[in-house]
């Protein structure tokens, strides 16, 4: 079987492959180009993850591409909301012409000979794969595994007699109506779950080992609504985009410069909402920086509102075991539960799930250096898009989409057909892929490919420094060798 050509394969039909489509239509317009998604559907993790109140926890404004205003007066938005826009958007463009569901890519390899990847993909019950090749791969795959979260081992949950269930995994028609539940964590995922579940739940406890930073944001953005009133939605989105990229880039400078006084902020804040008589010191003050790890949101006071009508309580203690009614405590308390949810997070992943290889040899990324955000180093003509961890993941995924673009036409001009970051310097100081310490990462924070003190080796989680360095700076920088 003859292997099917395209210029360009991405692979992911989340956020960030629709992203990657979108700017290959119009900026490569003459390049063939391929989305190869593993599942049945678009959407990634909003198709995966079907749990209780699911909505956006970046307000939609930034969340949403750069090339199509969001229109909804929702900027917190629910799944069902921001998989609407996504089907819409890749039928306005013809997106959905280009993608291959069901096709699993479960091998890549690299010829400098040939100049092109071999793409190895298991294709629905088929034993018979197909091959595909190309000349530029984008890797669009996210950052865990959509297989399964991440959950400890708890000692005796084999005698826990309800339902346990994992938010990645939700239940079908799970009902959930006056039952005692126990959600398990303290990140976007549990803030989240606990007051959507408390709408029908009989109680609803909050298990956490310890706190986080939660802020609350209105569900609808009063300025968002007035510019649509008085100008046209594009305008009114680019606005209102404008200047929420600059206070989340305000508000995260702050946070760094003057972690103090911000926390006393936002501690404040919580106080106010919920009273003198409420231990915020234990259950929302962190014992870490703001930003240090990622920042809750939630809407309209959600969760501190269900707290305050004692439809939910918050519990900061660690777990001793499973027992047949529920949850024995490291302080001697116990939890009863009916439905205990494991909102303990994700698996991440290195890079992607399926083995890369360049000239024959197995890349092992934890020996690799980023190059801009973007690329890798010693590895020809592949991207990958890992989104911002202080702001809105779209605004890094538009903007490597670009660069994809950008560097694919200064190819085409100067005839080359490689494109490869080589790191020569011996004196390059290498530092962890991240400074960020929520532990799914930190689980895995080894095997991820370095990065560099200086650039453009180093990663600014930056929106407006990425701006200049993805789309103004000179390609040829003396790093990134092309032929």
């Given at each position: 079987?003859?292997?099917?050509?395209f210029?360009?394969?991405?692979?992911?039909?989340?956020?960030?492959?629709?992203?990657?489509?979108h700017y290959l239509?119009?900026?490569?317009?003459?390049?063939?180009?391929?989305?190869l998604?593993?599942?049945?559907?678009?959407?990634?993790t909003?198709?995966?993850?079907?749990?209780?109140g699911i909505r956006?926890?970046s307000?939609?404004y930034?969340?949403?591409?750069?090339?199509?205003?969001?229109?909804?007066?929702k900027?917190?938005?629910?799944?069902?909301l921001?998989?609407?826009?996504l089907?819409?958007?890749?039928?306005?463009?013809?997106?959905d012409?280009?993608?291959?569901?069901?096709?699993?890519v479960?091998?890549?390899?690299?010829?400098?000979?040939?100049?092109?990847?071999?793409?190895?993909?298991?294709?629905?019950?088929?034993?018979q794969?197909?091959i595909?090749?190309?000349?530029?791969?984008s890797?669009?795959?996210?950052?865990?595994s959509?297989?399964?979260?991440?959950?400890p081992?708890?000692?005796?949950?084999?005698?826990?007699?309800g339902?346990?269930?994992?938010?990645?995994?939700?239940?079908?028609?799970?009902?959930?109506?006056?039952?005692?539940?126990v959600?398990?964590?303290?990140?976007?995922t549990a803030?989240?779950?606990?007051p959507?579940?408390?709408a029908?739940?009989?109680?609803?406890?909050?298990?956490?080992r310890?706190?986080?930073?939660?802020?609350?944001?209105p569900?609808?953005?009063?300025i968002a609504?007035?510019?649509?009133?008085?100008?046209?939605?594009?305008l009114?989105?680019?606005?209102?985009r404008?200047?929420?990229?600059r206070?989340?880039?305000?508000?995260?400078?702050?946070?760094?410069?003057?972690?103090?006084?911000v926390?006393?902020?936002?501690?404040?804040?919580?106080?106010?909402?919920?009273?003198?008589?409420?231990?915020?010191?234990?259950?929302?003050?962190p014992?870490?920086d703001?930003?240090?790890?990622?920042v809750?949101?939630v809407?309209?006071?959600?969760?501190?509102?269900?707290l305050k009508a004692?439809?939910?309580?918050?519990?900061?203690?660690?777990?001793?075991?499973?027992?047949p009614?529920g949850i024995?405590?490291?302080?001697?308390?116990s939890?009863?539960?009916?439905i205990?949810?494991?909102?303990?997070?994700?698996?991440?992943t290195v890079?992607?799930q399926?083995?890369?290889?360049v000239d024959g040899?197995?890349?092992?990324?934890?020996q690799k250096?980023?190059?801009k955000?973007a690329?890798?180093?010693d590895i020809?003509?592949?991207t990958?898009?890992?989104?911002?961890?202080?702001?809105?993941?779209t605004?890094?995924?538009?903007l490597v989409?670009?660069y994809v673009?950008?560097?694919?036409?200064?190819?085409d001009q100067?005839?080359?057909?490689?494109?490869?970051?080589?790191?020569?310097?011996?004196?390059?100081?290498?530092?962890p892929?991240?400074?960020?310490?929520?532990?799914?990462?930190?689980?895995?924070?080894d095997?991820?490919?370095k990065l560099?003190?200086?650039?453009p080796?180093r990663?600014e989680?930056?929106?407006?420094?990425?701006?200049?360095?993805?789309l103004k700076?000179?390609?040829?920088?003396?790093?990134?060798?092309?032929?």
């Amino acid at each position: 079987m003859n292997p099917i050509y395209f210029d360009t394969l991405i692979v992911g039909a989340g956020i960030s492959g629709i992203s990657a489509a979108h700017y290959l239509q119009t900026d490569c317009p003459t390049k063939t180009y391929a989305m190869l998604e593993g599942r049945k559907n678009i959407g990634g993790t909003w198709d995966l993850f079907r749990y209780p109140g699911i909505r956006s926890d970046s307000d939609m404004y930034t969340f949403g591409f750069a090339f199509r205003p969001w229109t909804n007066p929702k900027a917190i938005a629910p799944r069902e909301l921001i998989l609407e826009y996504l089907e819409d958007t890749i039928q306005a463009e013809g997106i959905d012409q280009h993608i291959l569901f069901e096709h699993r890519v479960t091998k890549v390899a690299w010829s400098s000979e040939t100049a092109r990847w071999t793409v190895t993909v298991s294709v629905g019950q088929l034993a018979q794969p197909k091959i595909f090749t190309c000349s530029f791969l984008s890797l669009c795959t996210g950052y865990y595994s959509y297989e399964a979260g991440y959950t400890p081992v708890f000692p005796g949950r084999e005698t826990f007699k309800g339902t346990i269930v994992h938010p990645q995994k939700w239940p079908a028609g799970l009902d959930y109506s006056n039952q005692r539940i126990v959600v398990i964590g303290s990140g976007a995922t549990a803030v989240t779950l606990v007051p959507a579940l408390a709408a029908q739940a009989a109680h609803v406890t909050l298990l956490q080992r310890s706190p986080t930073y939660v802020v609350s944001q209105p569900a609808e953005d009063k300025i968002a609504k007035w510019l649509h009133r008085h100008l046209s939605p594009p305008l009114a989105y680019r606005i209102n985009r404008w200047l929420r990229i600059r206070f989340q880039r305000y508000s995260y400078a702050l946070a760094r410069a003057y972690p103090k006084t911000v926390k006393k902020l936002l501690i404040r804040r919580i106080k106010k909402i919920l009273g003198n008589d409420f231990d915020v010191a234990t259950h929302f003050t962190p014992s870490y920086d703001p930003w240090d790890q990622r920042v809750c949101l939630v809407p309209d006071d959600d969760l501190f509102l269900a707290l305050k009508a004692k439809k939910a309580t918050i519990v900061t203690d660690q777990i001793a075991a499973f027992t047949p009614t529920g949850i024995q405590l490291a302080s001697g308390r116990s939890l009863d539960a009916d439905i205990i949810v494991t909102a303990t997070g994700l698996a991440a992943t290195v890079v992607c799930q399926f083995p890369v290889e360049v000239d024959g040899e197995l890349v092992d990324f934890s020996q690799k250096v980023s190059y801009k955000g973007a690329m890798f180093s010693d590895i020809p003509n592949l991207t990958q898009v890992f989104g911002y961890t202080n702001a809105s993941w779209t605004l890094k995924c538009d903007l490597v989409s670009q660069y994809v673009c950008r560097l694919i036409n200064y190819m085409d001009q100067k005839g080359y057909h490689q494109a490869c970051p080589r790191q020569h310097d011996p004196t390059l100081e290498l530092v962890p892929f991240f400074d960020f310490t929520p532990g799914y990462l930190l689980r895995i924070l080894d095997s991820l490919p370095k990065l560099g003190a200086t650039m453009p080796w180093r990663l600014e989680q930056n929106y407006f420094h990425d701006q200049r360095t993805l789309l103004k700076d000179p390609l040829d920088d003396g790093v990134l060798e092309c032929r």
